[in-house]
């Protein structure tokens, strides 16, 4: 039998098949009366290299200590703040070139688009070759978002990547956003992940998928038209978001004209889906307007394209940007509420070296903040963290990252998933309930119990056709083929994140049921934080 984890109720009947159970329900029962309170609180008690490897990494993976400690901590720092001297394991290559959609260029993608539409347009059949056309290429992306993620000796890479893309958020199920989501993360996020953050601003403001989330493609000044005689008007949503998410933050210092007055710089930043090329992006003057512009008390005169470069230019040097760049990062490695003396400092740096970013997180990894026994364990883990630390504990050889893919979406933390524009929120405040702890505990005990398919080979997984969502939700569920590896082991789990779980927890792992034990490290307060 298929697995169809990538239909909607597929992907339920699995999560039930896997999650529900005497297991999950003796875990729930066995973890600490003391939960609630054991998640409020760090542990300052871990050690700098766990620390270290728990913040810059997903996890404290066996090889990552291992190298940790033959490089000394600062090596290891300073070793991933280069990822391009790190080589990528030879499997872990192999497969990464074995997904062909991950080659595709924007042109490509946004052909195969249009190949989509046009099928859906003719019967069932093109309907189903539509839906099929789309999915391989949004699992694919899944696959090689979590492959590396996993398996990448490049932590911090993974790690910046997905800070990063949180930052520039685009929803990937918003038209073509659903075949250009890996391709915006492949070419506008990762390569400028530690480089000069005008050059990342840059990438992502020219990419497709950041053009049409937030409508820019379609903003027209007074007056004009697009073609075919139609006049959408200005369109506002990237003006706004670029001002208020990507640089100077919500309180930097600019007003509503200012917002208007950035949109009309931008009129004519667009995309030619027609366009054969590596790039599709194009500056469309029939769009531009051509009036000058009062913009953050300058006077900008009509100069077309170059109007929205100036604007990226000096967004992305202003000192709100420097000091909204410079709370996140701090807020994402430190703590939640981070020193306000630690964020004025990454500031500074980020302004003495023109934004860029290796330097400026030189400088936090480097701060006594930092370090400082008391942020350990502070922070608390997103849904993403947490399953990708927990498979990359347990030593897992993945081959198939889509069960993960479908748990993250249970968890309410779908890949490329997050509609609004800033993204998803790295605090505890966002994460923290009850719902959410009883979902880690479940895919604790499912992945300890080794009921996930992660060693299946990833094509035996995505044979099916997907059906429509209306189609989905009337069919009855499909029971997946029974699945089961061996089971986590405990001893082995505590050797490798060390003295990142608590004595309390290990007293309470040699307390429980054999079949527990795993699943009650993984389910623990203590795995919950880092």
Known sequence: MNLRLTQTTGRRAFLRAGLAGAGALALTRALPAAQAA????????????????????????APDRARLRSLGIDGWIAEQLTPERIALPADLQADLDALPTQKLSQYGLLTRYRESLAAGKKDDAGKALR???VQTVALEDGQARLLRALRSPRQLEEV????WFNHFNVFADKGPIKLLAGNYEREAIRPHAFGRFRDLLGATARHPAMLFYLDNWISVAA?????GGRNSGLNENYARELMEL???GVDGGYSQKDVTELARMLTGWTYNAQKDAPSVFGFDPKRHDDEPKVWLGQTIAPAGEAEGERALDTLARHPATAKHIGFKLAQTFVADAPPPALVDRLARRFGDTDGDIREVLRTLFASA???????RGAKFKTPYRQVVSAVRVAGIAVENALPLRAVLTQA???????????????????WLNPDAVARRVNFASTLAAGRLPLGRPFEALVE???PDRAMAEDAAPARPTPVRAEPLDAAALLATLGDAISPRTRDAVQQARPELRAALVLGSPDFMRH
């Not at 007056?223 to 073609?227: E, Q, R, S």
């Open 38 to 61: 054991d998640l409020a609180s760090a542990n300052p008690a871990i050690g700098e290299d766990t620390h270290v490897l728990a913040r810059l990494a997903f996890g404290p993976a």
């Open 131 to 133: 839906r099929e056309l």
């Open 160 to 163: 910046m990547t997905e800070f």
């Open 223 to 227: 007056g004009k038209t697009l073609p």
């Open 246 to 248: 990507h640089t100077l």
């Open 369 to 375: 903040e930092f370090r400082a026994p008391a942020v």
């Open 412 to 430: 309410g933390m779908p890949l490329y998933g997050c509609v609004t524009p800033d993204g998803w929120h790295d605090t505890e405040e966002a």
């Open 464 to 466: 099916a056709p997907v």
